[in-house]
C-alpha cells in the first residue's frame, strides 16, 4: 500500500500534538449534521473511484454508504471526501472526516501509535506478481534476475526486497512514480514482473494492450488486510462501524441479502431475527435504531453483493472471493455472532 | 523613325519565384540543407500520419460505451462520457447551471478590451470583474443563501476548480503583491524588512511544500475539533505564494520609472499614496503587463498541483478515472484532453495580455 515514509513521520508529528485526545460522541455528531463524511482514495478501480457519472463507487465507498444507512437511514447520506495517502490519517485524526475507508493496510504501528483503530477487514489483499506468458515462469520462486516494475515509497518496494532477500535471489527494481506508470514500464517490455497487491494487479492486467499476454502468480508474498479506521478513544463510535461490517457478513452467512431482506424479517430463525431487529435489542446497545441491519441490506446488501457488485467475477476487475469468501465457504471472513 | 518598343517584362525564372524559389532559398540551399530537409520531412511524415491517423482519421468520436472503440486508435468516447466529471467534477448534475452561468458573467466580465466601448463602462466592467464577480460568482457556486441550495466544496471539481483556483489567485494576489511591492521600497525599515522576509520565504519554498503543509500540517495545529475547508486552505497558500512573485514583477516596474516622474510628483505636492496612485503605478503596472501574464500563465499551471492533496482539478479528475477497468488503456486520449485544455486556456490569456499591452500602448519613445 502507499503507506510512505513521509506519513510516518507526519503521523508521529500529529501524535505529539493529539497524544490521548478524543473526540468523542462522532455518533452524536454524524446524527445531528445529518451526514457521514467518509474519506476514500482519489481513484482506485473497485474500491473507490468516480463512475461515468461522477458517483462513488466501489468497495470501500460501500463500507462507507453502510455506516451511513446503519446510522442516518439512508446510504447516501455520506460526504466523500478524496484524500491522498499521505493525508489520509491526519484527515481522521484532525476530525475532518469520521471514517477513513481507503484500503487501508491494518498494521501494528498504524493500529497502535497513531492514535486510530481498525475496525475491521472489508478486503484481504496481498501482493503478488502480473509476469508475460512468453516468459514461460510459474512461480514467484523462479524469478531469480528479474526486472521488477514498482512503486517508489510504498509498503510494496519493501516487500519485495524483502520476499528476495529471504529467497537468496536478486532482481533488478524499476521504479516508477505510479501504478499506472508501472503498468505501462510492464506494457513497454521495460521489466519482466510487475508487482503490486493483486486487487490492483487485476484492474492494471485490464489496462494492458494485450491483457491475455500476462498472468498473475499464485505466490502472495505479503498480508494486506484493508479495512475502515476510526479515531481512538471514541468506543461508541468503534462499535457501530465495527458491527456493521460484522452484520453485512453474518447477513451473507444467513443468506440475506437485498432482495428477500423483508420477507426475512418474518423468519423463525434467531439468529436472522436477531440481525434484522425483530428479536433483541442489537440495536438498541448499540445507540442505533433495532432494525439498522434492513436499512443496510436493503440499501447496500450482504457483503457479498459488495463484493460482487465491486470487485467480483462480473466486473472488470474480475476477482474470485479467495481469502475473501466466507469460513464456510473456505474463505477466513468471520464475524463474531450477532447476539 | 524605328521606335524603341521595349520586350514585356518577363517573369522571374521559374526557379526564381514563387513556391519553388521559397523552396530552394529556405529548404534546398545547398545540397547538405537538401539532405537535412529529406531526412527530417521523412521522419516528420512517418510520425505525423500515424499519429493524425490515431486521433482523427481512425479514432472513434461517437458511440456507445467502451466496444464501440477500435484498438490501436483514439477513443474519444471516453472523453465524452466523462465530459461533465471533467468539467464540474462531483458538481451535483441538475445545479451545474449555477457555475455554468458564473463562467458566463466571467466572460463578460473579460471580454470588453477587444470592444470598442465608452472608457467609462469598460472601467466599471473591470470592477465589477475584481470585485463583484468573485462574490457572486461564490454565491453561485457554493450557494446556501437567496434559497440556492448549498453545495459543499468538496464537490466542486474539474475544469471549473482550476478555473477558480486560478482566478482567485491571480485577482487576490495581485493587489498583495502591489502592496508588497511598494513596501519593499518603502523607506520605513520596519515594513520594508516585514515586506522582504515575506516575499523572500514564500519565494524559497516550493509550492508543492506549502500546499502540503496547509493540507497536512494545518490541521493538527488548529484546536480540537476545528477544522477549515481544504479548498480554502489550498487557495490561501496559492495566494500567498503567488503574491510574493507578482511583487517582484510590481517591482521591477516600479524601478523602471525614471527617477524624474518620482520627482515631478512631488513637485506637485502630491501626497505619498496618491503619487503612487496617480503618477507612478499607472506607468509601472502598463511596463509590467507582459510579467503579470507571465506569472498568471504559470500559476494555472501550477493549479495542477493541488492534485497532490486530494482535490480533483481538471488534471486530478482526468487522473482519477484513467484507472478504470472498464475502459481499455485511455491514458494518452485521457491527458490529451487535458494538455488540450490547457493550451487553449494559456494561449487564450498569451493573446489577451498581448490585447492589453496593445490598448495600453502610449509609447511616445519611438
Known amino acids: ?339 | 523613325m524605328a521606335t524603341h518598343q521595349p520586350l514585356p517584362n518577363q517573369p522571374a525564372p521559374v526557379t526564381q519565384r514563387g513556391v519553388i524559389r521559397w523552396l530552394r532559398a529556405n529548404l534546398f540551399s545547398s545540397w547538405i540543407n537538401g539532405l537535412v530537409t529529406l531526412v527530417v520531412g521523412y521522419y516528420l511524415l512517418t510520425m505525423l500520419i500515424p499519429l493524425i491517423d490515431w486521433a482523427f482519421i481512425g479514432a472513434v468520436f461517437t458511440g456507445d460505451g467502451v466496444d464501440a472503440c477500435r484498438p490501436g486508435k483514439a477513443c474519444w468516447i471516453f472523453v465524452e462520457e466523462r465530459f461533465g466529471f471533467f468539467m464540474y467534477g462531483f458538481y451535483p448534475e441538475a445545479l451545474r447551471w449555477r457555475p455554468t452561468l458564473a463562467f458566463a458573467l466571467f466572460a463578460l466580465a473579460v471580454v470588453p478590451p477587444f470592444l470598442p466601448l465608452p472608457g467609462r463602462l469598460r472601467r466599471s466592467v473591470a470592477i465589477f470583474g475584481l470585485t463583484g464577480l468573485p462574490v457572486g460568482g461564490y454565491i453561485l457556486i457554493a450557494g446556501g443563501v437567496f434559497g440556492l441550495e448549498s453545495v459543499d466544496t468538496s464537490q466542486w471539481g474539474g475544469l471549473m476548480l482550476t478555473l477558480i483556483l486560478a482566478y482567485v489567485g491571480i485577482i487576490a494576489a495581485l493587489p498583495i503583491g502591489v502592496a508588497l511591492a511598494l513596501g519593499r521600497r518603502s523607506e520605513m525599515p520596519v515594513i520594508r524588512g516585514i515586506c522582504v522576509i515575506f516575499i523572500e520565504f514564500w519565494r524559497a519554498v516550493p509550492l508543492i511544500t506549502i500546499l502540503f503543509m496547509a493540507s497536512v500540517m494545518l490541521p493538527l495545529f488548529l484546536p480540537e475539533g476545528v477544522t477549515f475547508d481544504k479548498l480554502m486552505r489550498a487557495l490561501i497558500g496559492i495566494t500567498l505564494f503567488q503574491a510574493a512573485y507578482m511583487a517582484e514583477v510590481v517591482r521591477g516596474g516600479l524601478q523602471a520609472i525614471p527617477k524624474g516622474q518620482y520627482e515631478a510628483a512631488e513637485a506637485l505636492g502630491l501626497g505619498y499614496w496618491r503619487r503612487m496612485r496617480l503618477i507612478i503605478l499607472p506607468q509601472a503596472l502598463k511596463i509590467v503587463v507582459p510579467g503579470i501574464a507571465n506569472t498568471v500563465i504559470s500559476l494555472f499551471k501550477d493549479t495542477t498541483l493541488v492534485l497532490i492533496i486530494g482535490l480533483f482539478d481538471l488534471l486530478g479528475a482526468v487522473k482519477s478515472t484513467l484507472s478504470d477497468p472498464a475502459w481499455n488503456n485511455v491514458m494518452a486520449e485521457g491527458y490529451l484532453f487535458v494538455a488540450f485544455c490547457f493550451w487553449v486556456f494559456c494561449f487564450g490569456m498569451s493573446r489577451y495580455s498581448h490585447r492589453i499591452e496593445k490598448q495600453l500602448d502610449t509609447d511616445h519613445r519611438q
Open chain 1, 1 to 339: 500500500m502507499n503507506k510512505t515514509i513521509i506519513t510516518m513521520g507526519l503521523a508521529a508529528t500529529g501524535l505529539l500534538a493529539f497524544a490521548g485526545s478524543t473526540q468523542a460522541a462522532t455518533l452524536q455528531d454524524v446524527q445531528d449534521a445529518g451526514e457521514l463524511r467518509c474519506g476514500v482514495s482519489n481513484g482506485l478501480p473497485g474500491f473507490s473511484q468516480p463512475d461515468s457519472s461522477g458517483n462513488w463507487a466501489g468497495i470501500d465507498v460501500d463500507t462507507c454508504r453502510a455506516v451511513a444507512a446503519a446510522v442516518l437511514g439512508d446510504a447516501d447520506a455520506v460526504e466523500f471526501i478524496p484524500l491522498t495517502a499521505a493525508e489520509r490519517f491526519t484527515a481522521l485524526q484532525s476530525g475532518e472526516i469520521d471514517v477513513l475507508s481507503r484500503n487501508t493496510t491494518w498494521t501494528t504501528t498504524r493500529d497502535a501509535s497513531l492514535g486510530l483503530n481498525f475496525t475491521g477487514t472489508n478486503y484481504y489483499d496481498g501482493q503478488g506478481f502480473l509476469i508475460k506468458t512468453a516468459l514461460g515462469v510459474d512461480s514467484a520462486y523462479d524469478l531469480d534476475g528479474a526486472a521488477v516494475c514498482t512503486q517508489a515509497g510504498t509498503t510494496t518496494e519493501l516487500n519485495l526486497a524483502d520476499f528476495f532477500r529471504a529467497n537468496d535471489m536478486e532482481y533488478e527494481a524499476v521504479v516508477f512514480d505510479t501504478s499506472e506508470a508501472s503498468a505501462q514500464g510492464f506494457d513497454n517490455n521495460r521489466c519482466d514482473v510487475l508487482t503490486s497487491d493483486t486487487s490492483q494487479l487485476a484492474a492494471l492486467k485490464t489496462q494492458l494492450t494485450d491483457p491475455d499476454s500476462a498472468e498473475i502468480l499464485p505466490e502472495i508474498i505479503s498480508k494486506e488486510p484493508l479495512g475502515p479506521v476510526v479515531r481512538q478513544g471514541d468506543d461508541e463510535w468503534f462499535n457501530v462501524v465495527k458491527w456493521v461490517l460484522f452484520g453485512q457478513i453474518n447477513a451473507e452467512e444467513y443468506g440475506i441479502t437485498s432482495d428477500n431482506v423483508e420477507e426475512m424479517e418474518s423468519s423463525d430463525n434467531p439468529s436472522v431475527q436477531r440481525i434484522v431487529g425483530t428479536s433483541g435489542n442489537m440495536g438498541e446497545i448499540l445507540g442505533l435504531d433495532d432494525d439498522f441491519m434492513v436499512d443496510v441490506i436493503s440499501q447496500v446488501g450482504n457483503y457479498g453483493e459488495m463484493f460482487e457488485r465491486n470487485v467480483g467475477p462480473d466486473t472488470p476487475l474480475g476477482l474470485n472471493r479467495g481469502n475473501n469468501a466466507l469460513w464456510t465457504d473456505g474463505g477466513i471472513l468471520y464475524a463474531p455472532p450477532f447476539r
